[in-house]
């Protein structure tokens, strides 16, 4: 990444990487904090609950867990996939290839499992909408650093210098909430 963004982008001299630097060091300080330790049981009955509903492939699944957990479990690949293999080894799933793809879907014996485990869906306990204690923040800065990311790569120029305004104003008003206490 180069020191400073093009032409249109965010204006000749402005350190691109010093801010994607200090927003990496934001991220890895809230997931450090507020970040959710979910066990090993609990990516299995999320893959069993989210194929109950639909075949998925295994990025799908690590999505919607991501999506209905509000952003504050996303589980890794590391998890997901050896969970999947260990489920297709008990007959719960089956897996089809298509495209290079593969979509997996409950067999009747996972159907079973599954209907036998329903009850609170395992991303509920990470995705207190209510939530005001410590994991709050944390979350709200994350999902505020993906979007800006996203902006940053998927924006116009115009886009652009709307976002940092947006951020700086943003900025401003947090620093306005510490002067008051």
Not at 20 to 30: D, I, N, P, V, Y
Not at 36 to 54: H, S
Not at 55 to 76: A, F, N, V
Not at 114 to 133: H, L, V
């Amino acid at each position: 990444m180069g020191s400073s963004f093009p032409a249109g982008g965010f204006g000749t001299g402005f350190n691109a990487e010093g801010i994607w630097q200090k927003m990496e060091e934001l991220r890895s300080t809230f997931e450090k904090r507020g970040g959710t330790r979910v066990g090993r049981g609990d990516v299995r009955a999320a893959v069993l609950a989210l194929l109950a509903e639909q075949p998925m492939h295994g990025y799908q699944i690590i999505r919607q867990i991501e999506e209905r957990s509000g952003g504050s479990w996303k589980p890794s690949a590391g998890s997901v996939y050896p969970t999947l293999q260990l489920l297709a080894d008990e007959d719960l799933i089956s897996a089809e290839e298509s495209n290079g793809r593969k979509t997996y879907s409950l067999t009747d014996a996972g159907r079973a499992e599954a209907e036998a485990a329903s009850g609170a869906a395992p991303w509920a306990a990470t995705s207190d909408s209510d939530d005001t204690g410590f994991s709050a923040l944390p979350k709200a800065g994350l999902q505020l650093a993906r979007v800006a990311a996203q902006v940053n790569t998927e924006g116009s120029p115009e886009q652009i210098r709307e976002a940092v305004s947006v951020l700086e104003d943003a900025r401003r008003r947090l620093h306005s909430i510490l002067a008051q206490g």
